[in-house]
């Protein structure tokens, strides 16, 4: 008698569910076991992580304000991830959009632009869309690997913000400063929750999510992508237009990631700062793969990611943690969601020895 | 010190870092696997490195336990890519981002901490040649075992049956295993030896290159050395060159400025990356036409 694994065709609603918040268990239980080696304080850690940001308004509100580049990138990425399309880049897409909206305010810093705001955010989401197109057309053109591109294109992405933070777009009075000018009022978008820095763009973030889910769940075009992620030959014969679906997966994932980075520097920043991304664009992986690359399960996971972050910002001061730690759960999170959720994906099957129910 | 003199005294120690772990990943995607988490493996071994060397004074175990806990650490990537076949990608940069979050956290006791470096000493009798002998034939001997471990590995994958099982592999893993090789197994151990070698490389920028600890230190070396891989079409001759040629480009950056050229330092940072994605439409392209 053996025993061996197989693969379910479909994985269960119910796992749907089960593995992220197994995944949160086994990171909270890894981290818990980790603090404590170091000699940290570990439920006060823990604490400070997981419940902290629930105990005022103002540092729930925080929490949705991270929360809007994550959601609004995720969603993005996950249309292209679930169509096979690894756009990796979310980050120097987000960057390059905060470039393209901060051009504006940046060279007319009175304001005296007529349609200023909108101006910038379509400016921000089409820059981002632009970026992501490059490593689309080098993929059905060449056939070069996106996930390199993409890669890539952020790290140059980094040196181009660096470039003009340090150069041209530095500004006069910042004493040095690798920033820019403040945005005039103009070029700032409004505030949501009155009292919070939480903007209309986390409106944006949750608007998107409602598109990506009619599209992916109920439109024939979110079908074809689905299919081209599970069923690549199925989709060629189905005469699915397979570098249509490059080009649709990455435009869409920077034209997200640009109108994160757009909303981030006409909101809470109110300038572009070197520090504009802080990661957004790699975390925002994270959360795709956490939410099951499906819409309503990003909304979630987004949330979750941005309660680590504002509990580590806490935890920082209250248990002494480093802000690496915010970076550790992340990671065990993620560890810990591939392990459980494709775990989940297979049976203990006991083998006859005729060797049925092999494949 | 001349300009000359400093990037020949100073290249080979910048682009080993780049080559150590670009070797390991070469050898990780010659089996048909791709792993991303080359900066936080490294980030990883450095860290280890670094605390060990300062507790203990001796340079040789810190090499030795990052090697060991870098390749360990590969084995989470392994497991989730090769044991339960999670996404490569995902499983890549996850490894990548604990790594990092881990190097930050071990190393928050010793920021801004020194050790003591290794000692440059040239080859005999090639050490007097004038110009080159005391800049670019003085090196430290990490320097010189990672010139004879490159050859090594040339011979091996391409001289050896080794090396013909790795690419048999990576180019057909159903032909491979139809044969009879052990395909995951195969796969494993080069995902554990790119580990080993991300750990080295760390080791060299953290205990040896600048022996002080700051976070961060890695600083994108990983996404370089990923980019070299790809530059150097996967040839150990020529991921040796790129790594040559990248870490002149980051040395020259330094002279660069110092002679005061108007050019944006951006640029310079910016070519591996440019030149990687050259490299790589080439390539693809070229493949493309075959068929």
């Known amino acids: 008698m053996r025993l061996r694994l197989v693969r379910r065709d479909t994985a269960s609603r119910m796992a749907m569910i089960a593995a992220p918040v197994a995944a949160l268990v086994l990171s909270c239980l890894a981290s818990l076991i980790l603090f404590a080696l170091l000699g940290k304080p570990a439920g006060a850690a823990l604490y400070a992580l997981l419940l902290k940001p629930f105990l005022t308004w103002y540092s729930f509100s925080e929490v949705l304000l991270k929360m809007t580049p994550l959601l609004l990138i995720a969603q993005g990425l996950a249309i292209g991830f679930r169509a096979n399309v690894f756009n990796i880049g979310a980050e120097g897409q987000f960057i390059i959009g905060a470039i393209c909206a901060s051009a504006l305010p940046v060279w007319y810093p009175d304001g005296a632009v007529p ?21 689309a057309v080098l993929r059905t053109r060449f056939g070069a690997s996106e996930i390199l591109v ?8 980094v040196q181009i913000l660096n470039y003009l933070l340090l150069g041209p777009w530095k500004d006069p009075r910042g004493f040095n400063f690798p920033q820019s000018v403040m945005f005039p009022g103009n070029a700032l978008l409004p505030i949501l929750l009155p009292g919070t820095r939480t903007t209309i763009a986390f409106a944006f973030a949750l608007i998107a999510s409602a598109l990506a889910y009619l599209m992916m769940q109920h439109h024939f075009r979110g079908y074809q992508l689905r299919t081209a992620g599970l069923a690549p030959r199925a989709a060629g014969y189905a005469g699915f237009n397979a ?54 399960g990003i909304v979630a996971s987004s949330f979750l990611i941005s309660v680590i972050y504002i509990g580590g910002d806490s935890a920082t001061v209250s248990a002494a943690l480093p802000v690496a730690a915010v970076e550790v759960f992340q990671g065990f999170l993620l560890v810990f969601y591939l392990l459980t959720f494709t775990s989940i994906r297979y049976r203990i099957e006991v083998a006859s020895p005729q060797g049925s129910g092999a494949r | 010190m001349s300009a000359l003199e400093f990037l020949l005294a100073g290249t080979l120690a910048a682009a080993l870092p780049l080559l150590l772990a670009a070797l390991g990943e070469m050898v990780v995607e010659r089996t048909g696997v791709l792993n991303l988490g080359l900066e936080g493996m490294m980030a990883l071994g450095a860290v280890i490195a670094f605390i060990c060397v300062y507790h203990s004074g001796s340079h040789i175990l810190g090499f030795a ?14 497991g989730l890519v090769l044991g339960v076949r999670a996404n490569e990608v995902a499983a890549g940069l996850a490894i990548g981002v604990l790594g990092l979050g881990l190097s930050a956290l071990f190393g928050k006791t010793y920021e801004s901490q020194t050790i003591k470096g290794l000692p440059d000493f040239g080859l005999p009798l090639l050490s ?3 110009v080159i002998g005391p800049t670019l034939l003085t090196q430290d001997l990490v320097v010189w075992l990672t010139i004879i471990g490159t050859v090594v590995l040339w011979y091996v994958l391409n001289k050896t049956k080794l090396g013909l099982i790795i690419t048999a592999v990576g180019e057909n893993s159903v032909a491979a295993r139809a044969i009879g090789y052990p395909v995951v197994a195969i796969r494993c151990a080069a995902v554990a030896f790119g580990g080993a070698m991300c750990g080295l490389a760390g080791a060299y920028a953290a205990t040896v290159y600048t022996p002080l600890w700051a976070d961060g230190m890695i600083a994108g070396r990983g996404w370089i050395a990923l980019a070299l891989v790809v530059f150097g079409t996967w040839q150990t001759g020529r991921v040796a060159f790129g790594a040559v040629l990248f870490g002149l480009l980051s040395i020259g950056q330094l002279s660069v400025q110092a002679m005061g050229v108007a050019l944006p330092s951006q640029l310079l940072s910016s070519l591996p990356y440019l030149a990687t994605i050259l490299m790589l439409v080439v390539i693809s392209r070229r493949r493309m036409s075959l068929g």
């Open chain 1, 115 to 135: 349609m200023m705001l909108p101006a910038m955010i379509v400016a921000g989401a089409l820059g981002g869309m632009a970026y992501a197109l490059i490593a």
């Open chain 1, 150 to 157: 993409t890669l890539m294109m952020s790290l140059i992405a």
């Open chain 1, 243 to 296: 570098p249509g679906m490059v080009l649709l997966s990455l435009a869409l994932g920077g034209l997200a990631a640009g109108l994160a980075g757009a909303s981030e520097v006409a909101g809470p920043l109110g300038q572009l700062q070197r520090s504009v991304s802080s990661g957004y664009g790699y975390a925002a992986i994270i959360v795709a793969y956490l939410g099951g690359l499906n819409p309503i």
């Open chain 2, 65 to 78: 336990v990052a090697a060991l806990v870098s390749a360990a650490f590969a084995m989470i990537f392994a």
């Open chain 2, 128 to 130: 007097n040649i004038p």
